[in-house]
């Protein structure tokens, strides 16, 4: 079970479930009416890791991770938070994210999201008004950049059994 302020998520046998709020794409069917009751998401192949955050009347992002090695996401990306270096306000279908590494571990909290690689770096994007990417400065950062190395695990806001390791 995945949880943010205003929508939610199951993941299935590899089938990413969703529903709640959609004021912005959050639920990723495409549209941006709610969503009462849990829709699966089409996405190309299985999912092993989501990013599902946001807290607050306008923002909320879902990032997930596939079994070949993809990123896809939707819902707000008004800071750059799904990290495909766009700024739109809503993206209510799920969109592919390059990303210069494979990621294996992803999450978000707030307007900004976060990824571990298989070697240990700690990737973020979004986001930077509070210096959430630790890069010493606060402009954002729509695509993803490396923030430390040799990292195990990482907390953000949002609520699933992955939050606290990878």
């Known amino acids: 079970m995945y949880a943010s302020w205003r929508n939610s998520g199951a993941l299935i046998d590899g089938q990413y479930w969703s529903w709640g709020y959609n004021g912005l794409g959050n639920v990723g069917n495409g549209t941006t009416t709610q969503q009462l009751t849990?829709?699966?998401?089409?996405?190309?192949?299985?999912?092993?890791?989501?990013?599902?955050?946001?807290?607050?009347?306008?923002?909320?992002?879902?990032?997930?991770?596939?079994?070949?090695?993809?990123?896809?996401?939707?819902?707000?990306d008004q800071w750059g938070q799904l990290g495909d270096g766009g700024s739109a306000t809503a993206v209510p279908a799920p969109i592919t994210v390059a990303t210069p590494v494979t990621f294996t571990v992803v999450k978000s909290g707030g307007q900004s999201s976060y990824a571990l690689d298989?070697?240990?770096?700690?990737?973020?994007?979004?986001?930077?008004?509070?210096?959430?990417?630790?890069?010493?400065?606060?402009?954002?950062?729509?695509t993803p950049g490396v923030i430390a190395s040799d990292v195990s695990g990482f907390s953000t806001t949002s609520s699933s059994e992955e939050a606290l390791t990878p």
């Open 38 to 76: 849990p829709e699966q998401i089409s996405l190309p192949a299985p999912v092993t890791s989501v990013g599902l955050g946001g807290s607050g009347d306008f923002n909320g992002q879902t990032l997930v991770l596939l079994t070949d090695g993809t990123m896809w996401g939707w819902g707000s």
């Open 118 to 142: 298989a070697a240990g770096n700690l990737w973020g994007w979004g986001d930077n008004s509070r210096h959430q990417m630790g890069n010493g400065t606060t402009t954002p950062q729509p």
